[in-house]
């Protein structure tokens, strides 16, 4: 029998650790998981984001969020627990 762990089951082991996270669209979020519901709508301290500039696409944005945030499940495309982004992420470039 195969140990099988469910998506929720995850995220629930990702609390109080760092992870980043891939928005819709070409925003990425970095920050400490703190909670989450049904609906993967996360609770999250010490945020930072990413995002492109709009006016220069080239150019990436750095904002440090300084109060817990609460990120609406339906913008997630992508959770990656454990990791504060990837080399070639947006993360990186900033």
Not at 62 to 89: F, T
């Amino acid at each position: 029998m195969s140990n099988r762990i469910l998506p929720l089951e995850l995220i629930d082991k990702a609390i109080g650790s760092p992870i980043w996270i891939l928005m819709r669209g070409q925003t990425e979020m970095t920050g400490i998981l703190r909670g989450f519901d049904d609906y993967v709508n996360l609770v999250l301290d010490d945020a930072v984001e990413y995002s492109p500039d709009p006016r220069d696409k080239s150019v990436i944005v750095k904002k440090e969020l300084k109060a817990e945030i609460l990120l609406n499940g339906n913008h997630v495309a992508v959770l990656v627990p454990g990791s504060k982004g990837p080399e070639d992420s947006l993360a990186s470039k900033a």
